[in-house]
């Protein structure tokens, strides 16, 4: 990679055509509307409809992508996923998607047009499709031949009533990896931070059959019905005939929405990001970045920071005390520190580290309140946050429509990227952040003017709170919005060797 240029040549990105005003969930909710949407910058939330899953997101992508490059799908050398959505616990999702690109081209390119494509589905939370893209970048650099498509997919599900549900979305992004790329050339400077936490998790959970009939017949009212009794007259034999009747005593269930404690999660955020930061300068400065100086002040080269936002502005809240150790290194500190009406804490200080967090957290408030830092994030990292506004939180995909949004809204606006370098901040919880960067390449508009990220917001169409209820519970058997022209979940197999196997048409 040192002696090619390789990187992003184009993006596509999939939004279900469904979304929830921000001010109706807070309505209902008894949310004080300021509060999620000068806040936290939350507008309103993509909502999946009845046809749309993790695979159909990607594959609609995907085909996008195709489509508007003219790609013989033959020529793809893999399609790597990163998501948190997989519909399976042993075949990758990827394999959906993949076969969905192959009803769809077929006819027009073989019916082994994908055979020799490679798949897989990368995992770590939010951070996977960062890891799918460092993977496909590192693959790519070994053959001048080798073209890859990096896939994000996910919804962002939590429970209702939950202090995550307001920040829920969905959607997927298709990125073409190769050489000579006219979008975005990515350098080989990667910083990593890893730490395995439990800020936010999916895990396992068991319930015993006695648990799950005493649950029913609790709600039934039934009180001279013992469980155990019911568990005996199970079928002796191995044969599985049912949910109840299988052999294991616990059943494992896997439920769509989060562990998650949110205050912990920010904090691991801001101190992965932080690591990875400092890990990226000293590998940059190591193979002749800046000199080979690891004190450089790296933020005043990026033109662009773009982050993954599980909210919109979540970035701009979490970023103040790498903005602080940069500004220490240029020499404007002084001036910023005099505008602080506050001493800064010292961990020397305290006796105790979590009234020293508590007044560093307070402290880094006032920080992201000067003039300098809210400059800062107008200039490098606002245009970032504009479709996160309107999307929500899409996991893994969440970085590269923060990358979308800004380049869209930077061409749109004329902008002069000087540069033209910009800076990225991945997260995953579990956790693991990685830093990299990338510097825009001359035909960087023509590829951005086929975006349509705006476009796509508007032809959205607007669902009342009781119909996200319905569709947040499975409740609706019909989707609100008829499929059109897309990838689209037509059936799920229910018994034998078919059951939960997932069945997709293409609707023209």
Not at 313 to 323: C, G, Q, S, T, Y
Not at 375 to 397: D, H, L, T, W
Not at 496 to 508: F, I, K, L, Q, S
């Amino acid at each position: 990679m040192k002696h090619a240029s390789i990187g992003i040549d184009d993006m596509s990105l999939y939004i279900p055509k469904l979304y929830l005003d921000i001010e109706d969930l807070a309505n209902e909710r008894n949310i004080e509307y300021a509060k999620l949407h000068f806040g936290l910058g939350l507008t309103s939330m993509a909502v999946p409809d009845v046809h749309e899953d993790a695979a159909t997101m990607a594959a609609n992508a995907v085909a996008d992508l195709i489509d508007k490059n003219n790609i013989d799908p033959s020529a793809i050398g893999r399609i790597y996923m990163g998501t948190e959505s997989a519909l399976d616990g042993a075949k990758p999702t990827a394999t959906y998607v993949l076969e969905m690109l192959r009803d769809k081209y077929h006819e027009q390119y073989g019916s082994d047009c994908f055979l020799n494509c490679d798949v897989v589905d990368l995992t770590f939370a939010c951070v996977g499709g960062v890891d799918a893209l460092n993977n496909t970048l590192d693959w790519v650099a070994v053959d001048d031949e080798r073209i890859g498509i990096v896939v994000t997919t996910d919804l962002a599900k939590y429970e209702l009533g939950s202090t995550g549900e307001y920040t829920q979305g969905a959607g997927a992004i298709a990125m073409l990896v190769k050489r000579n790329p006219r979008l975005l050339a990515i350098r080989d400077h990667w910083g990593v931070a890893t730490v395995g936490v439990h800020d936010f998790f999916k895990p396992k959970r068991t319930a015993s059959k006695v648990q799950i009939i005493d649950e029913v017949l609790n709600l039934a009212g039934i009180k001279d019905i013992n469980a155990n009794e019911i568990i005996e007259k199970l079928d002796a034999s191995l044969e599985v005939k049912g949910v109840l009747d299988v052999n294991e005593v616990n059943l494992t269930l896997q439920k769509e929405t989060p562990v998650f404690d949110g205050q912990y999660s920010n904090l691991c955020y801001q101190e992965r990001i932080r690591q990875a930061f400092d890990n990226f300068r000293k590998k940059a400065a190591g193979n002749g970045r800046f000199n080979g100086n690891q004190e450089h002040v790296v933020t005043e080269e990026w033109d662009r920071l773009i982050f993954h936002l599980p909210y919109a502005f979540h970035a701009k809240r979490i970023f103040p005390e790498i903005f602080m150790e940069e500004a220490k290194r240029s020499g404007t500190w002084p001036e910023i520190k005099a505008s602080i009406e506050m001493d800064e804490p010292l961990m020397s200080e305290f006796a105790d580290k979590e009234m020293f967090l508590k007044t560093k957290a307070q402290y880094l408030r006032l920080v992201s309140k000067t003039g300098h830092y809210k400059q800062f994030v107008a200039e490098k990292m606002e245009k970032g946050q504009r479709a996160s506004r309107e999307v929500g939180n899409m996991y893994a995909c969440s970085i590269f429509l923060a990358l979308m949004s800004s380049l869209e809204a930077d061409y749109l606006e004329g902008s002069n990227l000087k540069n033209g370098l910009i800076g990225f901040f991945g997260y995953g919880s579990g956790s693991k952040s990685k830093v990299f960067e990338g510097k825009l390449q001359p035909g960087w508009k023509e590829v951005v003017a086929g975006f349509k990220v705006t476009e796509q917001l508007k032809k959205r169409t607007r669902i009342d709170y009781p119909t996200y209820e319905k569709l947040h519970s499975g409740k609706l058997e019909e989707s609100v919005v008829t499929a059109g022209k897309e990838f689209n979940l037509s059936h799920i197999g229910k018994d034998g060797v078919v059951e939960g196997a997932r069945y997709y048409a293409w609707t023209e």
